[in-house]
């Protein structure tokens, strides 16, 4: 059975009570994909007993005679979900009512469940992973002096040499004020980082502004030196991982080595909260090799990230998106 909570009050508590939820299932990223003319619905699969088995977040955009739907960050399971994940899946497949040239999505955002990976096995769905789909983790389970140590000693060094910097101040920013300036702060410095890196992506910063300033699941950290902002990085925040989101300096974060030190406080902070992972936020070796290398000094652990599965009544037409997906 299928219920429509799209205006639920209720659905943040309801995310936020399960161990895979997380901001990509949550309302304001549904808020943020809305504004860029995404129509969404928030919709939980139950059972006869209205037991809630999965809530997914659905995001659905037409182009022309076909419609695309896309699940990010979900289907959440439930406890009782994990159970009959093929049968809860399997429901919402069906609930979409695909046309012949409709494809459907879901992309876990590294949230990915073992239940669901099995479900979507068996209901025909396909993993789509380009060379993009990496990224480095480290583990956080080990005593942050081991971590440390570990560090390559020329990435170590770099920090060293920040924090002996006494203008340099590390802050995680927690009244929205502060985190609504530092956000446009960071806007400024990121516009900057696309002219000068010459990349574009599809992340509109005035649509997510409000939302950045307010979600508690982003965690934005200020580097100042002297008192002035000199970089920003923001972080996702789930029980399961932390994960670098975006981040931006000025020149002066740049000689400063600013970098370096958000970034290990932004560790230090994941490991007093007890999360386990400290995902970097992707990996393109090929595309932008400094970022990789800076990555790469503080773990050398490559995974794949969790893959887009797709689905399509039409195999032809499943085939041919998944063939030009894994190319981008």
């Known amino acids: 059975m299928i219920v429509d909570h799209t205006d639920a009050p209720d659905w943040d508590a309801w995310i936020d009570a399960e161990p895979g939820g997380n901001f990509y299932a949550a309302k304001p990223w549904g808020t943020y994909k809305a504004r860029l003319n995404w129509t969404v619905r928030r919709i939980a699969v139950q059972d006869g007993s209205g037991r809630p088995l999965a809530f997914v977040q659905v995001q659905e955009r037409c182009i022309g005679p076909a419609r695309f739907v896309l699940a990010q960050g979900c289907p959440v399971l439930t406890a009782a979900g994990r159970t009959r994940a093929e049968a809860a899946l399997s429901a919402l497949r069906d609930h979409l009512d695909l046309g012949p040239f409709d494809l459907f999505g879901v992309n876990f955002q590294e949230f990915q469940d073992n239940e669901a990976m099995s479900a979507l096995l068996a209901l025909g769905f396909v993993p789509v992973v380009s060379a993009r789909q990496h990224t480095l983790e480290l583990d956080l389970t080990r005593p942050i002096a081991t971590i440390e140590a570990e560090l390559d000693p020329k990435w170590r060094r770099k920090l060293a040499k920040a924090r002996r910097n006494a203008d340099l101040e590390t802050r995680i920013l927690t009244g929205a004020q502060e985190r609504l300036r530092a956000f446009d702060v960071f806007t400024e410095m990121y516009a900057a980082l696309r002219s000068r890196k010459g990349f574009s992506n599809t992340f509109d910063p005035q649509a997510f502004r409000d939302i950045a300033a ?3 699941r982003l965690v934005i950290l200020e580097v100042r030196e ?4 000199i970089m920003v990085r923001i972080a996702h925040r789930a ?3 932390w994960t670098d989101f975006f981040a931006a300096s000025n020149e002066r974060g740049r000689a400063t080595n600013a970098a370096a030190l958000s970034v290990w406080s932004s560790i230090e902070r ?6 386990p992972i400290y995902d970097l936020g992707g990996i393109d070796p090929a595309g932008d090799r400094g970022v990789f290398d800076f990555k790469r000094g503080i773990s050398r652990r490559v995974v794949q990230s969790t893959p887009l599965w797709l689905y399509g009544r039409s195999r032809l037409v499943r085939s041919l998106a998944a063939a030009f997906l894994a190319q981008r």
């Open 270 to 275: 994941a490991k007093d909260e007890g999360c």
């Open 214 to 216: 307010t979600d508690p």
């Open 239 to 241: 029980a399961a991982r």
């Open 226 to 229: 002297n008192g002035s902002p």
